[in-house]
């Protein structure tokens, strides 16, 4: 209490006397060297980290005892009253020295420490051994350290001290372990004849001695468990199995130094078992067993008819949906003929592929409708298409669960086989051609079931890998947003699937919902797993996830969500069961609508397409004539060019577009887009729109705006009206086979 901390204090207990010079440090009546806790701080010696309380840790202390002798010149380091020469403990850590990493408590390890048990004298001019038995004879020339009158080399107990050798760390008893003992190298040479010779009778030294009992150990058993070396797990019984443990026959010499590891009494290099583990067994997990699901089957499931019959998978449906594939099939073929005269003229002639990533052919017009799904992680998305495609509970469905599941783009897709699919196989179908791309690091992420299901006839369903989010962004091997861009543009429905414990919304999912701008209409959101939400909580989570997503989605409206839970386990007790059916049923009437409406999806994408290119070659045209506007016939062209291109505020190159064409400037991509455009292909190099015109086939952009304001919008009133009558002649047909079978009835019956 004089107003000192005990760590600045030379004299904790105030009796007068420097701690240096105190028997009695602590003043609790106990000396130093029987005290338990030498500076009084409540903490044992051996697990104080501060002995003496002089505020300076053991392993920077040179006075670790605080008794005024420094640890080089201190016979007893710890102060514990035991002389370190005897003390199995030097540095009082509670430790004892054969286990302790730093005997005297230096802070520096044993192995790369001078003074091991910190004496002040150097190993190397340490005695070179002690005496134990006292015969005269120092143990290093003693054939008998202990005095026990056996051999060393037959002495179960080498150096007396109760531990067979097998087991002991220090074999000839002078304190130091054997792994740092460089006079210990005999020790160990006779303790591994030992264990060679294991159950041999051992030899008397003189005549007529009575001999010890054999040995009870089996030959081949090292720690005598009765379980011999080759089928034991743990040779040397340490509790460490052999695959870890650093010593694996115990001997005190660790593995990489040990010329027989497993003391056999075989070299290691003639020894075909030598103790190590084998590495080389193949690992016989498929990629695709990341994917798959691992469960039981609960004894009650709900009934999936009613998905069967609101996605209209039926065998009644098969004449209908033939009907309306036929006049689909005509109309996007008009589509193709749009494309390949009005579009991609412009396209090819101003590079607009070397501009965006969202391209239009083929693959795009005629694939079947994309169903996506995205969301946080474990929200339920690989559950809900089990669910959707019936693929529950069998060998091939998609893994799911409370753990995050493996990063991949999941793509189910028809087949007449189950058959998984690497990225390589999927990105040679033509439908998903276009993420070749992205690099082989998407490729690796990508993982394909093709399965015989009715709904996979009818629609491509893809699942994006559950956005994880982290403060710290992790870098991937391929442009994960732009992947996700290229599904988005794809897209004819989109599910947002939520976990009612998961509404949190980070970076991630600001980067998604923001390149789901434009796709409002088509963005659903799938507050899953509600039955485990309490019926007075349910309305307060869902409001929390609309208040959390609308201000990130650029929409007036809230979005449309669903409440439910999407798979065949019963819904929980106390659930409203009324309520999540009925929402249920919803989204699969949505996801129907979305199915039907595929055509004008397809028309609406090809429009969009048109407008991105139309808006892109009189983005070039403007800043070619700003360029010949401002060239003169002497001028560098190429600076001029760049000048433009760097610096199209100074022109009003987007306000003057704006205003002329009445194109919106939300529309048009940024001026930082379009310096990498021009980096890539010189300005001047193009032509402008009106020297695109010819006498016999016009303007190539005034058939685009044709295109654009006219073609493509009537193929969807021709759609409908064609759609109808095909979907009428069905009606009638079926009409009339009904009539003529109640016709055939009636007479069977006057008859």
Request: proline fraction near 6%; charge should be negative; aromatic fraction near 6%.
């Amino acid at each position: 209490g004089d107003g000192i901390p005990n760590d600045e204090d030379n004299d904790l207990d105030g009796d007068g006397i420097p701690n240096k010079d105190d028997d009695d440090i602590d003043g609790d009546g106990v000396s130093n060297e029987e005290d338990t806790d030498i500076d009084g701080d409540g903490v044992p010696n051996e697990s104080d980290e501060d002995i003496d309380g002089d505020g300076v840790k053991n392993e920077q202390d040179d006075d670790i005892d605080g008794d005024g002798v420094a640890n080089e010149q201190d016979n007893d380091i710890d102060g514990d009253g035991e002389p370190n020469e005897a003390d199995r403990d030097i540095d009082g850590d509670g430790v004892l020295n054969h286990d302790d990493v730093d005997i005297d408590g230096d802070g520096i390890p044993n192995e790369r420490d001078h003074d091991v048990d910190g004496d002040g004298m150097p190993n190397d001019e340490e005695p070179k051994s002690l005496d134990i038995d006292g015969d005269g004879i120092p143990n290093d020339d003693d054939t008998d350290i202990d005095g026990d009158l056996k051999l060393n080399e037959v002495d179960d107990d080498m150096d007396g001290d109760g531990i067979p050798n097998l087991h002991d760390r220090d074999v000839d008893g002078d304190g130091v372990p054997n792994m740092h003992d460089e006079d210990s190298i005999e020790a160990e040479e006779a303790a591994k004849r030992q264990k060679r010779d294991v159950g041999a009778e051992p030899a008397s030294v003189e005549a007529g001695e009575e001999q010890d009992e054999p040995s009870q150990e089996k030959p081949g058993d090292i720690d005598g468990d009765g379980i011999p070396d080759h089928e034991d797990e743990d040779k040397d019984g340490d509790g460490v199995p052999d695959h870890k443990d650093d010593d694996i026959d115990g001997d005190g010499i660790p593995n990489e130094r040990d010329t027989d590891r497993d003391g056999d009494g075989i070299p290691n290099e003639q020894d075909d078992k030598d103790g190590e583990e084998d590495d080389s067994k193949e690992d016989d997990t498929k990629p695709e067993d990341e994917l798959l699901w691992e469960g039981e089957i609960p004894a009650q499931l709900r009934s999936r008819s009613h998905i069967t019959e609101l996605l209209q998978l039926n065998d009644e449906f098969n004449a209908r949906e033939k009907a309306v594939d036929n006049v689909a099939e005509i109309i996007l073929r008009d589509i193709k003929r749009i494309y390949e005269s009005a579009i991609k003229p412009l396209e090819t002639l101003y590079k607009y592929r070397d501009l965006s990533n969202r391209h239009f052919g083929d693959p795009e017009i005629f694939s079947k409708p994309l169903v996506l799904f995205m969301g946080p992680w474990s929200g339920g998305k690989s559950t809900i298409i089990n669910y959707l495609t019936g693929n529950e509970y069998t060998p091939h469905s998609l893994r799911s669960g409370a753990e995050p599941s493996p990063a991949y783009f999941n793509i189910l897709t028809w087949g007449n086989e189950t058959e998984v699919l690497d990225g390589t196989q999927l990105a040679a179908d033509y439908t998903f051609s276009g993420l070749q791309k992205f690099g082989e690091g998407l490729e690796e992420r990508l993982r394909g079931l093709k399965m015989p299901n009715k709904l996979l006839e009818k629609v491509n369903i893809v699942e994006i890998p559950g956005i994880l989010e982290v403060r710290k962004q992790v870098s991937r091997l391929f442009p994960f947003n732009d992947a996700c861009q290229w599904f988005i543009d794809r897209a004819d429905i989109i599910f947002l699937v939520y976990d009612p414990a998961k509404l949190d919304v980070g970076p991630e999912t600001e980067a998604i919902l923001d390149q789901l701008k434009g796709r409002e209409y088509q963005t659903r959101i799938v507050l899953n797993k509600a039955d485990t939400v309490k019926p007075e909580e349910l309305l307060r989570v869902q409001s929390a996830l609309i208040w959390n997503i609308s201000p990130l989605m650029s929409s007036a409206q809230p979005p449309l969500v669903y409440t439910s839970s999407l798979w065949s386990h019963p819904y929980q007790e106390g659930a409203p069961a009324r309520l999540l059916l009925a929402q249920e049923r919803a989204f699969l009437r949505d996801l129907r609508t979305a199915v039907d409406k595929r055509i004008e999806h397809k028309i609406a994408s090809a429009r969009r397409f048109a407008v991105r290119v139309r808006n892109h070659a009189k983005m070039v045209d403007c800043y070619l004539n700003t360029y010949y506007n401002h060239k003169t016939l002497f001028g560098n062209k190429k600076r001029i060019a760049d000048e433009i291109i760097n610096h199209p505020q100074n022109y009003h190159i987007y306000e003057g577009l704006s205003t002329l064409t009445n194109i919106s400037r939300y529309d048009l991509p940024d001026p930082e887009v379009y310096r990498d455009f021009f980096r890539l292909n010189p300005l001047y190099e193009f032509k402008k729109l009106s020297e695109t015109c010819t006498y016999f086939r016009g303007c190539p952009i005034t058939k685009l705006d044709v295109a654009i304001a006219y073609d493509l919008p009537e193929l969807a009133g021709k759609y409908k009206k064609m759609a109808e009558a095909a979907l009428t002649n069905i009606e009638s047909k079926e009409a009339t086979a009904a009539g003529g079978q109640g016709k055939g009835h009636g007479k069977s019956t006057k008859s």
